[in-house]
């Protein structure tokens, strides 16, 4: 099963959007380390987000403990410094999509020790230094949703009478 995790998201609005893509997708959602926000029952019911009980949530207090809960993952590090172009990668359904906060990405270190697994979404414009977090997870995600074949359509059942 294909899995997210946002390191340590600092904006309520694309962790809420992100959510809203994992409730949709029936994809977990990992959220490792600290948020820059509450993310309290309250708090999510108060933003108006009445598909959270959709999402299947975990949290992780950092990386460490985001692996030791997914023995069995291949993590996939979502970065702008460099990497295959998510086009190009191969992904598979024990995938999780690992993407950083908003402002500091993924940290340097996990990224120089796991070079084989970086991968990027190709911006053209040099000018533009990245995509919103939301918007970038939608576009990995639908990508290793399609690939593992898991957005072939279902015919609707109807009885006829």
Known sequence: MLRVALVEPEIPPNTGNVA???AATRTPLHVV???????????????????????????HRDLEALGEALPGARFVYLTTKGGVSYADWTFTEDDCLVFGGESRGLPEELLRENTERRVTIPMPNPRVRSLNLATSVAVVLYEALRQTGALKSTKAVTSDK
Do not use: I, K
């Open 33 to 59: 380390g600290v948020t820059g926000f509450r993310m309290d029952e309250r708090a999510v019911r108060r933003a108006g987000l009445d598909y959270w009980p959709e999402v299947e949530l975990h949290r």
């Open 20 to 22: 809203r893509l994992c």
